[in-house]
């Protein structure tokens, strides 16, 4: 039985994560030696900005200052 407290320690819970996520698929056979660490450093490369490349015209974005060529 796994005590609560180890729970976000679990090796399948972060390699399923990590499948749930499509950072691995089912057939990944490379060695992980920390999926938790693996799954935080995957998930650190998403974009977090919405419309980072102004696709979308300039509409979210919002300029706070601009001391630019000052």
Not at 22 to 28: K, L, N, Q
Not at 53 to 62: I, K, P, Y
């Amino acid at each position: 039985m796994v005590n609560i407290n180890e729970l976000p320690d679990v090796v399948t819970l972060w390699k399923r994560k990590s499948l749930q996520d499509s950072f691995i698929t089912e057939d990944w056979e490379e060695p992980v030696e920390d999926w938790k660490i693996f799954y935080f450093l995957c998930s650190l490369q998403r974009n977090l900005l919405r419309n980072p490349c102004a696709e979308e015209n300039m509409g979210l974005w919002r300029l706070d200052y601009n001391g630019g060529d000052e």
